[in-house]
Structure formats: structure tokens, C-alpha cells
């Protein structure tokens, strides 16, 4: 039974005066940090108290009874010499700091645990009136003496101390200590929120240019292998010397075939074209194409890695990727067949979402078409590519050349049927290896020598005439033909020919995987495409 001095358990900030609860003031005070009483105040007043821990591990503080004896009385607190003696019962332990006593004098800041599952509490002699809440300081140091002091394992000790202080922070201390650690809380939160917005702009933006970097230097060491130099030019000759006499006496051997074949690829070479073009980047963000960057004498500057330097705002022309192709001229004389991957580059492969993502956006800046027995390059447009097939469709202006152009076939393939290549397999290498030694000859020594004058210069000595392979068709479905006529890069967009000179397939791929083999397009692929031009 609890006597008149018995103090309630009450939460600090709740509790009335001292002298409210007990009636007399406060000789001392006893705070409860574990058990189900934790964060509570026990207001100590008389000379002699009885503290008792029950079942349920909360303790409580009475004042004797004479002849009496509590079960569950564990200690006995007696007020002399200005504070309290702590005695425990008979078969009852308490540890005072750790240490387990039966008689000791209690000093200002203690640490008490009552029996073996009792609470810890921290014994205090207040010396001024009693703070209605605590300071860091004060719930600091009770977490460092509990987790000292207390004999449980160290992992439980440092979670319960932890813990206790987050509860005790959140529940005794000020309120504008409160809403100042809330500010601060919600200050860190938005530095944090910003830092992170700004971390992965960051990311962002450099996974942009690494991906620019990467797509932009595939296709500058895709185009730098296509570049020609004066060495390369005399270079190119002795490389390919063996292949294009291997090519010529193809085309001679064909040639010598009965004069159908003779027939076949003299009727059809006029209306073979020669592809070239280059197309650049627009990055998204400023809306301006990739340009060079030019030195104070005007000179293209050069990466560390002795690629052309690129950026939006360049003062150099646009940068070019440069490509080719084969694309041969229709019937009505406006329009050329070319694979989609020749008219739209961008497209093989994964270039386009590597472009995506990195924010550029591709752009065709100049497409022309050569014509063996034509002189000068003729300007193309993409009228139409193919979303299901690599097929695509170009337009040029009237140049008064209806008739000239190939018959497409209506007879469907069938397998171990002889067809006709014909193209422009390695580009503008296999005919600089054609022209021969003179015309390297024909280029001055101080006149420029690129992409574009080679093939113009080629044009107006009509050097241009396509390669021309035969083969077998080796499968025919609905989407593909395969068959063994040799060819490669460059060779794309070309006419498969049967033996009455009608086109059957438009070469798309090589298979070197499967012997050789490569892969065209039934030219019954093509019609739809073309009956939605016709529509337009």
C-alpha cells in the first residue's frame, strides 16, 4: 500500500511541484530510465522510504509500516547528513554504478538498480528548484552512465541508451529546442533534396556526354577510316590489287557467259548508283548542329585522343559522318531503291538510342547519287523507308532518264536459281582501285584530296561502274533471300538480277557466319512501299 509520501509516477513535463505531490519539499529526486516506468520522477520527502519492485518490474516508494514487511520491498532509503542512505533487504541486491552494495550514502547523480529485474534510476539532490526540462547535456550523460553502469549486454545497453535519449529529447527538452532541431531537421532534408536533384542532374548530364562522346567517336573512327589522304590513295592500290583482279576476271568470266549474261550486266550497269553522304547532329538542348572547333589559324583542333573537337557552338562547318552505299534507278527514271540503313545510317545497329541519349538528334546534310556514263552527282532526298523492312526509297529531280531504269520481277525466287549482283562493295576504295595509277596522277600536289573531290573527280572521268558478282539462291521465304553472290560493306541497297535482268531481291546484309552467304530483300517487299509513294 502506498502511504501519503508515496510519489506517483508522472511524466516530467506533466508532473505538479514537488511540494504539490508530497506536501513537503523535496529532499531529493529519483528518475526512472528503464522498465515500464522509464522517463518518470519519483519526488523523495521523508526521512525513510520503502522501495518496492513489483511483478510487473515498476517501482514504487512507501513509507513503512511498523511491523510490517513488504514482499516486495527491496530497499530501504533513510535521510541523514544532508541525503539518502540506501540499505538493501535481506536476499534483495542492488547495484549502485555497477557495483552491488547493502549499505551506502547516495551522492548527487547515482545510478540505482533496484534488484536483479528491477529499473535503473539516476538519484539526484536537486540544490535549486526543480527544471521542468532537461538539457542535452543532462540526457547525454544519463545515456553514457546507464550504458556504463548497467549490467546487461553491451549491444542491448547502447540500444537502450540510444533509444532513451531520442525519447527523452523528443519528450523533456525545450520546445524551442524542439522546433529548432525540427528547422534543422527540415533544412538538412532540402540541402539534401537539392544536393541530391543537383547529383543526379550531374549524373545525368555526364552520362550524356559519355554517351555523346562514345556515339561521336564511333563515327569519327568510322569516318577516319574512310578518309583518304594522298598515301592512302597510293596505298589503297597495292592493297586491293589481288581483289579487284579477282573481281575483274569475275565480271570477265561472266562476261564470257553466253550473251544473255553479257546482255544482263551491260543493260543493267547504267542504272547502278553509287551512294554518298554524310549526315550530322543536332544537340536537342541549344537546337545547333555539332560543328568543329577551329584554332586561332583556323585549323580544326584535335582531343587528346586526336579526335576532331566537336561542340554546338563551334565555329567550324558542321561535323560529317560520312557513308555509302548502292541504290539502283527505277523505271520511271525519278527514283532510286536503296536499303533503309543506307538512306537512314543513323539507324543500323544501336546508333539512334545511343544518339537519344545523349541528347543529339540526327540530321542528313547532303546525299548524292553517281551514275556510271554520267558526269557530276546527282542530289537525293528519302521519299519513303520502310518501317518493317530494310528498304527505302529516294527521290531525284527530272533529268529526262525514263527508261534507263531496272524492271522489277513478278516471278517469285525459287531455291538453286542463279541471280546477278552487281554494287559497290568497300565504297570509293574499290574504285580508286579500279581507276588505277594515272588517276592518282591527276591530282595536283596542292589540291585537296577528301571524301568529296575523290568521287567527283572519279564522276568526271567515268570511273565509276559497280562490281559484279553471281551466285546461287541458297533459301527464299516471304522476308528474306539468301544466296552466295560475293559482295560487302558498301555493296548494301544493290539489285539482285535473275536471268532475264528483272530485279528479285535487293541486297542488305552479309552472313560471313554461314560461309559467304549473304542476304537480300524479295523485291515483293518493296511494292507496298511503293504503292504508298504513288498514293502520295
Known sequence: MIG???????????????EEDSGKAPRAVLESLTGPSKGKLYWLSDDTLSATVRD??????????????SADKVAE??????????HAADGRHVWVNGHRVETITLMHGDMIEFDELGPMTRFRLPDRAFQAHRSVDDIVSDAIAYTRTSRRPLPRRVSTALGDSLHRMTHQTTVFFRVSVLLSLCALLVLGAVLYRNDKQMQHRLEQDAHRIE???????????????REDLTQLRTQLESQLTQNTERLGALERRPE???????????????????????????????????????????????????????????????????AFLLGDGQHFVT?????????????????????????????????????????????QASDTVDLAVLSIAPLRMEGRGLVLSDTPLRVGQEIYLLGYPTGLKALLAQAGPAFLKSFGDGEEINFWTVAARLSERNLIKPLASRGIVAQVNSGAVIYDAETTVGGSGGPALNRSGQVVAINAAILPEFGGSNL???????????????GD
Open 56 to 69: 510487473d518490474r515498476s517501482l514504487h516508494f512507501e513509507r513503512p509500516t511498523e511491523g510490517v514487511q
Open 260 to 326: 544473255e549474261a553479257a546482255e544482263i550486266l551491260g543493260g543493267a550497269t547504267p542504272s547502278i548508283g553509287f551512294v554518298q553522304g554524310a549526315f550530322g547532329l543536332r544537340h536537342m538542348a541549344s537546337g545547333a548542329l555539332l560543328r568543329n572547333v577551329l584554332g586561332p589559324d583556323g585549323t580544326p583542333l584535335q582531343t587528346p585522343f586526336g579526335q576532331p573537337r566537336i561542340e554546338p557552338r563551334g565555329d567550324g562547318p558542321p561535323a560529317e559522318f560520312q557513308f555509302t552505299g548502292t
Open 339 to 383: 536499303n533503309r540503313h543506307v538512306a537512314v545510317p543513323w539507324t543500323s545497329g544501336d546508333r539512334l538510342q545511343t544518339f537519344e541519349a545523349s541528347g543529339l538528334q540526327p540530321e542528313m546534310l547532303k546525299m548524292f547519287i553517281y551514275l556510271p556514263d554520267r558526269a557530276g552527282p546527282i542530289e537525293a532526298r528519302l521519299v
Open 215 to 229: 556515339a561521336v567517336t564511333l563515327l569519327l573512327a568510322q569516318t577516319r577510316d574512310d578518309a583518304l589522304s
Open 4 to 18: 501519503a509520501l508515496t510519489v506517483s509516477a508522472t511524466d516530467e513535463t506533466a508532473a505538479g511541484s514537488p
Open 77 to 86: 532509503l533513510q535521510w541523514q547528513d544532508g541525503s539518502y542512505s540506501l
Open 520 to 534: 537480300g530483300v524479295p523485291v515483293q517487299q518493296l511494292l507496298p512501299l511503293l504503292t504508298q509513294i504513288d
